[in-house]
């Protein structure tokens, strides 16, 4: 059977976008795939993640963790976004992976306007946010596929993938 | 500040590889990192798993998946393993990444008892393990990598992520 005869993708509806963007705008955690800097291959990690029309998709990590050092190496990502903290079955739950562009924040302006936002995304971090070796990374969705259920795959574009003004923006005055 | 002067790598001990162990033998599910084969760099999505001495780490997959693709193009796989199930935040949870190689399994008769053990680990995959396009992928752990908490991570080899006979057994008769 050829690769490309048959395909379980259907149609990209309103529906799949909506629930697309819901996952990402609810997101707190993500599974992060980087290119395995000392053997080639993926290599995934778990990682802090929030999601908003405002600040774009954003981690906190240190320079010195492996993943960081892959990120260096190969700014290409994968992200798992599910509902992990979510009851029942994960294997029923809608899941969606992004694929995108990451891309170190170096403004300093910048970085502080973060720094406020994340500490009330993951409040916890105030114990190393603070550290000269953690640095914020955005990413930037190229495309993604969402698991909407058993046979229900959807592909979705960049443009699918944007937030509306105010989605995510949990944090906002 | 060079890549390899500073590392939050400690000395495994067997605290660390008794943690590695249970994680695998406890896990249902996994974020798999495959090659993604449409773009090259990874692409992670979410898979049953079962880690056991009897039948290593197994999970169970449709040739029509997007991660289906990238394992015939590249078998070198991460797993990340973590208790997503559990209560709390997740970012506190231990977790461990396995670098792994990716094999099909083809013989019959093993695929013949995998059956059954998979149907006790997942029981709604008997809506669909007999359909033709599902397989059974065995995946062969190469190394490790344990975050047992901030700043404590700890690098496994092939060795300490080997089961003890009998464990994650417990669908054993």
């Avoid at 080639?40 to 999601?51: D, E, T, W």
């Avoid at 960081?68 to 029942?88: C, F, H, M, N």
């Avoid at 990451?102 to 603070?130: C, N």
Wanted: hydrophobic fraction near 40%; aromatic fraction near 6%.
């Amino acid at each position: 059977m050829s690769d490309n005869k048959i395909t379980p993708i259907r149609p990209t509806d309103d529906t799949a976008r909506a629930l697309a963007r819901d996952l990402m705008a609810g997101a707190r955690i993500a599974a992060l795939g980087v290119t395995d800097p000392d053997h080639g291959g993926p290599h995934v990690s778990r990682i802090a993640l929030h999601c908003s029309a405002a600040a774009g998709c954003l981690t906190l990590i240190s320079d010195l963790a492996y993943h960081a050092r892959g990120l260096r190496a190969d700014p290409r990502v994968s992200l798992l976004i599910d509902e992990t903290g979510g009851k029942g079955d994960p294997l029923t739950h809608p899941r969606l992976t992004l694929r995108a562009q990451a891309e170190k924040v170096t403004d300093g302006a910048e970085r502080a306007a973060l720094r406020a936002l994340w500490l009330r995304h993951v409040p916890k971090a105030k114990l190393y946010i603070d550290f000269t070796d953690f640095h914020f990374i955005r990413f930037h969705p190229l495309s993604g596929l969402l698991n909407a259920g058993f046979g229900k795959a959807y592909e979705l574009d960049k443009k699918d993938l944007t937030l509306a003004p105010g989605r995510g923006d949990r944090f906002s005055d």
